[in-house]
């Protein structure tokens, strides 16, 4: 063998033996040009061919399997048969991962999971070597270099962006490798498009935006007016609009937008809010006030305009019709932004306690001594202001009255067979004990700022008037009377205002009023009787705040007796008489103000007065008690169910 060209021809293991048998030493086949040509040679036997020429060392994985062909037209010295090495491999699916002193032979798919060596600059591994290369990207986002990219990756490499440092990863070929950075490095360049904000002076930013895009989709079937790079964003707060995109848009946008910025010849716009939450009416005397406040601050800054500011209220719609410059109509609409919101609502749980306890106690004798029944001769006896009085008793018997009444009558007193005297004895004994509880407990939901009132009473009449005409010959004309009718029973007034850190101002009215079943000389009509409180407090949300407290404790003690005769122990309750009363009342109010801020928490409230209703009235059914014999207590529907009205009883109607 000379040091010119080798010849491997036809049969490849044949040619590959007598290659083998050829070689003097593994250095001087190192230093020679090879011309490979190959045919159907067992990939394997290239494998060893390529070890001796380039002095490698190969583990061969058991999966690299195949029938190799070469055809060579120049002589290749043991670099470059290495890299036809390497393509040979990569056709047929296998690659070549360096592991220290030796190369591993591997199947693509299990290549870039192996330590294949990770590059940092351009040429520093060449060929179909698999490499993988970290590239630095300076001016657009890795992430949107991927979907560009992956087309011109194999299905065996790897293509990943990293968003934390905006780097691209990637595990391919060298010379694949090297062509993508190339690509990379042509796309990664920095731009001229900017973002311009364009303050505007009498246009709305959101309609210049809205006819700018109209410009840029244009009409169909026509070229678009405008660049479909360009970008545009109003910013209601400051009435401006950024522009982005190249140069030249830029500058053509920015002259249109300087077009549409002019201020307008007649008074300015009219439009039409509809409003979600507040009041058209309510909202009107706000603006009202700050349309005029903004126009004499603008007063020798612009040029007056023509018809000024006019804003109308519509309350069937709810909605707002306002004619004003594009200025001031954007103050305004600033206004009615943040006046326009949902308010909270407040839920005032209320417990109203009443209680009046009232006990008295009676003890009394009475005596009665006369000469003749008849009226003439002495009289003697004792009569207090007592409830049951002993004459009373001795003109008639029943007549005792309330309480123990013992007495003892008799008609003649003999002595020495001659009537002295009728004599009678009257003993009063009375206790008595009563108490009354009226307990209320009204619920109220009001809006933040807004009165709510509760009445639950009777509506009972009295009497401011009458006329009579009495003293007419023909006796009275047209007789009549005027009455006022009042409510007497339980009313709550709340009005609560919401502060922050979720505290409430709560300013309340209640009032508990009744009609006195006690009758007191002199009194022309009805007497009521009435329990009221006037105040403001300041409560946390749930909590519970109460006003009121002991009202009166009223003690009476009433003694009546005989001179010197009562005061004798023991033997002095004969001739006396002991009352004693107490009354005692006492009115408490407790107040709970719960904030709803959204509709979750006004449903979990709902449904929890709802739940127990319908509770209330399962118990009653499952009790038995019925209105009639052929009907049950009416019970509510399962909460959510779409109607407040129970369909249980339907097929019994």
Known sequence: MNNTNRSFPWRGWLAGLVLLLGLGSQASLRAESVTLNLKDVDINVLIETVAEISGRNFIVDPRVKGKATVISSRPMDAEEVYQVFLSILKVHGFAAVPAGQVVKIVPDVSAKQDAIPTVQRARQVRGDQMVTRVVQIDNVAAAQLVPILRPLVPQQGHLAAYPATNVLIISDRADNVERLVTIIHRIDQQSDSEIEVIPLQHAS?????????????????????????????????????MLGGDRAERLRLRAVITHLDTPLERGGNTHVLYLKYAKAEDLLKVLTGVSSSIEKGQKGKVPPTKGGVNIQADAAANALVITAPPDVFRSLQSVIRQLDVRRAQVLVEAVIAEVTADKAAELGVQW?????????????????????????????????????????????????????????????????????????????????????????????????????????????????????????????????????????????????????????TGAADIITNKRSIKTSVMVADRQVVVLGGLIDDKLTENVQKVPLLGDIPVLGYLFKSQRTSKVKRNLMVFLRPVILRDAVTETDVSAGKYNFMRARQLQKREAGVNLMPSSEVPVLPEYGSGSLLSTEDDGEQ
């Open 368 to 520: 009665r001594a006369t000469e003749d029944t008849s009226g003439s001769g002495g009289i003697g006896g004792t009569n207090f202001d007592v409830t049951t009085s002993i004459n009373t008793v001795t003109q008639n018997p029943l007549a005792t009255g309330n309480g123990l009444s013992l007495g003892y009558f008799e008609g003649t007193t003999s002595i020495l067979g001659n009537d002295i005297l009728n004599l009678g004895a009257l003993v009063k004994v009375l206790a008595s004990d009563s108490g009354s509880n009226i307990l209320s407990t009204p619920t109220l939901v009001t809006l933040d700022n807004e009165e709510a009132e509760i009445v639950v009473a009777q509506n009972v009449p009295f009497i401011t008037g009458q006329f009579t005409n009495t003293g007419a010959a023909s006796g009275a004309t047209n007789p009549f009377q005027t009455i006022q009718r009042q409510d007497v029973g339980l009313t709550l007034k709340v009005k609560p205002q919401i502060n922050e850190g979720d505290s409430i101002r709560l300013d309340i009215e209640q009032e508990s009023s009744s009609v006195s079943q006690t009758a007191i």
């Open 205 to 241: 930013a959101t309609e210049v935006v809205r006819i700018l895009n109209a410009l840029k989709r244009g009409q169909p079937g026509k070229q678009p007016a405008a660049a479909g790079g360009a970008v545009l964003i109003a910013d209601e707060r400051t009435n401006s609009v």
